[in-house]
């Protein structure tokens, strides 16, 4: 549903019923969300990056910190957000209840209508001293949204990447490399029905085998199998399933073969590397919407909640030249591709 970008003050009586209207038009459970960074100096105000998620139907935003004006601006609006809890935030929520109780208090309560995913940590790596506080900051999260009786509508996770699987090709001989980081979070999302965040990169792992790897692999553009696994008879022609399917096998190793997976970041940048072009991106990001729907080939039919990465080009993130290049929309708003959200 695409909602006028801007409304002429003329028609009023329009916009108000258009606002009346919105809730009930607007899906439930959005299956296709954006992360929302802000490591840019020209980037458009809070309310207006809320009315392009609107005007676009981007019904779910990721955000990386308890930014109070971005969720004031998006308090009514009808977006569902994954709120991360920061890296800085997270050994004193694993240690001291209090803090995690004051945290809630102050970043979640007044915006609890918003809020569906609370994230512990992003790309958290597991033989940092951060890690070991990730299980108790999650388990003081959620019991301070229990005191809040919000715990049964909010669900509390953790963000990882794909570095902590080891031997994913094929997708059968997965498994989580080190269980005493991951054993206690994989417990605490199976007693609570939480889904697992994971951040999934498919151009990652193309630019680092690009040598021998199809391009087309990497875009969900392949007319043929590339990777056959001989355990399960699946025949891969796409890395993003290769990638999932490896989580779902760990994750089922570990002993919870139905805790759900939610994308909490993929994305393919346009510019700054090898492959990074507008037109690849572009194929990237719509095949993904297409696909993130279908699931992957463990788990056909079984769609996959997917965060695209990301909003805007961020013209301050550091690093490889790639990670400024990202964005669906340029900071003026423009948007940098064709998409259709919904
Ligand atoms: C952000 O990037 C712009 C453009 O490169 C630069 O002019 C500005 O100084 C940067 N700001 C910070 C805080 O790094």
């Given at each position: ?14 916009a ?15 299956q ?9 100096d ?19 935003m ?166 056959a ?6 025949q ?6 290769v ?26 940048p ?49 690093g ?21 959200f919904?």
């Amino acid at each position: 549903m695409a909602v006028p970008q801007k409304l002429p003050t003329a028609a009023a009586a329009t916009a108000l019923s258009l606002a009346f209207l919105m809730p009930f038009l607007l899906p439930t459970e959005a299956q296709i969300g954006v992360c929302y960074g802000t490591l840019g100096d020209n980037l458009p105000s809070r309310q207006d990056v809320v009315k392009l998620y609107q005007s676009n139907g981007i019904g779910a935003m990721r955000i990386y910190w308890p930014d109070q004006p971005a969720l004031q601006a998006l308090q009514g609006s009808g977006i569902k957000l994954i709120l991360d809890v920061p890296r800085e935030s997270i050994q004193s929520l694993g240690s001291d209840p209090s803090a995690a109780m004051q945290w809630v208090q102050t970043n979640v309560v007044p915006f609890a209508s918003s809020i569906k995913y609370i994230a512990v940590g992003n790309e958290v790596y597991q033989y940092t001293d951060i890690a070991p506080s990730v299980g108790p900051a999650m388990q003081n999260v959620l019991n301070a949204l229990n005191s809040a009786n919000l715990g049964g509508q909010i669900k509390v996770s953790t963000a990882i990447d794909t570095s902590l699987i080891s031997k994913p090709y094929p997708p059968s001989g997965s498994e989580f490399s080190d269980m005493s980081f991951m054993g206690p979070i994989v417990d605490f999302l199976k007693t609570n029905g939480s889904p697992l965040l994971v951040n999934v990169y498919p151009y990652l792992v193309y630019v680092y085998n690009k040598q021998v790897m199809d391009v087309n692999y990497g875009l969900f553009t392949s007319p043929r199998t590339i990777l056959a696994d001989k355990a399960t008879g699946l025949q891969y022609q796409n890395l993003f399933d290769v990638i999932v399917d490896s989580v779902y096998t760990a994750l089922s190793k570990a002993g919870a073969p139905n805790i759900a997976i939610v994308v909490a970041e993929s994305g393919w940048p346009s510019d700054g590397g090898d492959a990074a072009t507008v037109g690849n991106a572009e194929t990237y990001y719509r095949e993904l919407i297409k696909h993130a729907k279908q699931g992957t080939l463990l788990k056909p039919g079984q769609g996959i909640e997917t965060y695209l990465f990301a909003m805007f080009d961020e013209n301050n993130k550091s690093g490889d030249p790639t990670e400024q290049h990202y964005g669906l929309f340029y900071p003026n708003q423009q948007p940098k591709y064709q998409l259709n959200f919904n």
